[in-house]
DNA sequence: TCAACCTTGACACGACTCTGATAGGGTTGG
DNA sequence: CCAACCCTATCAGAGTCGTGTCAAGGTTGA
């Protein structure tokens, strides 16, 4: 059976990271492949097709590294993911009021009241 | 008729961020605030709500704001949405086989050829 | 009028990100 | 055996982020 796996180098000189960048890229839980028995990192076609899709994700939508790890962790937690939509239904219409999250509908209520007391701190 | 808006100074002291940092989130674009005739910023519900739904997502979630631009700019721009999509999609499942969207497969097909030819560069 | 706000613009700083380079040492294969 | 690879760990440097502060000037309201 033929070789499945490329070593650092080999992957490297297919998918245009850098080593060194590769070695980050793990240590970051972006791109995570399997290891030898020696410890040699062993990247096959799934690692190949992810490095693939970040470099893409970087060169076309001028992405960082932090905010894929950001869409990971979105993924992973489901609270955060909650939290973050509910922000973001506070920024999408200025003026239609359309039925909003129920913790976002006390917060109006707190700062409707805040904004009748007399300014005082 | 009882006043609506809250200028810099206001909402600062209401919602905890410096009159410094509101002005970095509306640079940001991720509170902006309408203007007065004369150019001051105000704040008025929405934006406050918007305030402490971001101060909670850094305190709770340590997100940082590139993050939240970054979901800002995922609802925003569909293309980027699914590239991030497709990257996601080459994540999640180590062994099992399911349907992934039509271009990673034949990049997938790509990279099954070149692991087949002799390594050289 | 005048104090207390507001505006934009700029400099500055610590912390972090991304990336290369280098050092010391283990693995592999001809 | 030994060249060519791999490993971890560390330093370094340019760039960005988040934030404070200061300067020069406009607005507001008693």
Redesign the pocket.
Known sequence: MMQRWL????A?RRCGW????L??LEQ?GLVVPG???????RYGIRELNQLNALAEL?ARFDV???EVEFALRLRREPALSAAVETWLAGTSVPEAEQPAPAWVEWEQLKHERLLATPTAA
């Open positions: 070593t650092i180098g080999e490297s850098s080593p060194r960048m070695r980050y970051e290891r030898s028995e020696s410890g040699y990192r970087r960082e590294l932090a």
